[in-house]
């Protein structure tokens, strides 16, 4: 199995029907205190023994057929040195695991006025001829203006230039989200569980 380093991204992969052993490994290379979050289609109707569930999300996972991208010249490059300003956004707003070093994934893009950050989407996993876009949000008081479409179109932009194509993840329950999505030029391919889990403490564990 394979993990993000833990200040990256909290996703990890198992072996499709994994064993106890694998379990086990899976503890070791998490450490005690640490989480992970994982496709519930891996785990079965039950948690393993002594991992416990610390959150579980409904997720939809859409792909595009007609997204369009847009360079948007009013859209700034987010580099190491906005992450303070980044990680205040993520909390103000929710948009998914979003750590100290995740913005080392791939380019990031916000829209800031007066000076501050306001909204913000990016690029985080990659698989063979497809990007994800991940981390888009916009602070409450500027929601409304367009800008969240904006960033995902200036992404896109990004993605379409390296032959790539995009796909992201929305929590299920959030229609509002799913339905600008779609009018971007998105659709829903598959829904999904994603829990996050801490493992069991080790033996002679402080």
């Not at 950050?117 to 929601?143: F, K, N, Q, Y």
């Not at 999904?192 to 402080?206: E, Q, W």
Request: with cysteine; proline share 7%.
């Amino acid at each position: 199995m394979v993990r993000y380093v833990a200040d990256v991204a909290p996703f990890m992969a198992l072996p499709l029907e994994p064993t106890p052993e694998d379990w086990v490994d899976a503890a070791c290379l998490v450490g005690d205190g640490g989480f992970i979050a994982i496709a519930a289609l891996q785990l079965g109707p039950e948690a393993p023994a002594g991992w416990t569930t610390v959150r579980e999300f409904e997720l939809v996972q859409m792909i595009e057929v007609d997204l369009r991208g847009v360079e948007d010249p009013g859209a700034v490059l987010l580099d190491r040195d906005d992450v303070p300003e980044v990680l205040e956004l993520v909390r103000a707003t929710e948009p998914g695991p979003f750590l100290e070093r995740t913005i080392e994934l791939g380019r990031y893009l916000g829209i800031r006025r007066e000076g501050a950050l306001v909204a913000m989407a990016g690029e985080r996993m990659a698989l063979d001829g497809w990007r994800e876009i991940s981390g888009v949000c916009t602070a409450p008081d500027h929601r409304g203006q367009g800008l969240a479409g904006r960033l995902v179109g200036a992404i896109a932009a990004c993605i379409h230039a390296r032959s790539e194509r995009a796909f992201l993840h929305v929590l299920a329950s959030n229609t509002g989200a799913i339905g600008l999505y779609e009018r971007l030029g998105l659709r829903i391919r598959v829904r999904g569980t994603i829990r996050v889990m801490t493992p069991p403490p080790r033996a002679g564990a402080d």
